[in-house]
């Protein structure tokens, strides 16, 4: 089946950093990620689309310039957490999705748990 | 807008127990309804999905059948494993875009 690898597992980093969360896909050409955020006890909430070669579409109070997305292949996308802050410790998870075979089915990286401190 | 609403966990059961984990919906159109199962340690995966009123779906023992009367989607297995301990996501999808909305999860822990 389809494999989606996130890479870190897991970053502890200081306030006022960057991080960068990569996710691939491993076996298949992606051209729609997504990206997640997970609290804990919470419901995985989409952050952005991502779309191979053009601009992500962010939801609703998600914050652009604080969450970098990337796409620049069909293989790989980048979340990048700019200047973290604690309240941005959380699990961020990516998935991607096959359209038009699988349109509505995503394949899901295991997750990145961000610690900011 | 849509919302996917499940049981609060964490479930216990005895393997070999009867498991049911509710799960209800809200949604403006006729969404495809899922159920994504998350191992430790692992990504979220498709477990069944169902994609029209009445359909059921089913995989690994598990079933859930597709209410459009009561919004529902509840998953059932007659039989559980120890390997069946996870968190279990139930989603929607409206079939006018690619995205996903979950529930909150339910732990499900199986005691030997």
């Known amino acids: 089946g389809a494999v989606v690898s996130q890479h870190p597992s897991w970053v502890i980093c200081k306030s006022g950093t960057s991080v960068k969360i990569e996710c691939r896909s491993l076996?298949?050409?992606?051209?729609?990620m997504f990206w997640y955020r997970q609290f804990p006890k919470q419901s995985l909430m989409l952050m952005a689309t991502?779309?191979?070669?053009?601009?992500?579409?962010?939801e609703q109070g998600v914050e652009k310039d604080k969450f970098l997305i990337n796409h620049a292949s069909l293989t790989l996308s980048t979340l990048t957490v700019t200047s973290a802050h604690p309240e941005d410790s959380s699990f961020y998870i990516c998935?991607?999705?096959?359209?038009?075979?699988?349109?509505?089915?995503?394949?899901f990286g295991a997750g990145t748990r961000l610690s900011v401190l | 807008g849509d919302s996917v609403t499940q049981m609060e966990g964490p479930v216990t059961l005895s393997e070999e127990a009867f498991l049911t984990i509710n799960c209800t919906y809200t949604?403006?159109?006729?969404?495809?309804l899922f159920w994504y199962v998350q191992y430790p340690g692992e990504g979220l995966q498709l477990l069944l999905k169902?994609?029209?009123?009445?359909d059921k779906g089913s995989n690994k023992g598990f079933e859930a059948t597709y209410r459009k009367e009561t919004t529902s989607f509840h998953l059932e297995k007659g039989s559980v494993q120890v390997s069946d301990s996870a968190v279990y996501f139930c989603?929607?999808?409206?079939?006018?875009?690619?995205?996903?909305?979950f529930g909150k999860g339910t732990r499900l822990h199986i005691l030997p």
């Open positions: 076996d298949f050409q992606a051209t729609t």
């Open positions: 991502s779309n191979e070669g053009s601009k992500a579409t962010y």
């Open positions: 989603a929607l999808s409206e079939r006018r875009d690619d995205k996903i909305i």
């Open positions: 998935s991607a999705s096959l359209p038009p075979i699988a349109k509505n089915i995503q394949y």
């Open positions: 169902a994609t029209k009123a009445d």
């Open positions: 949604a403006t159109g006729y969404p495809s």
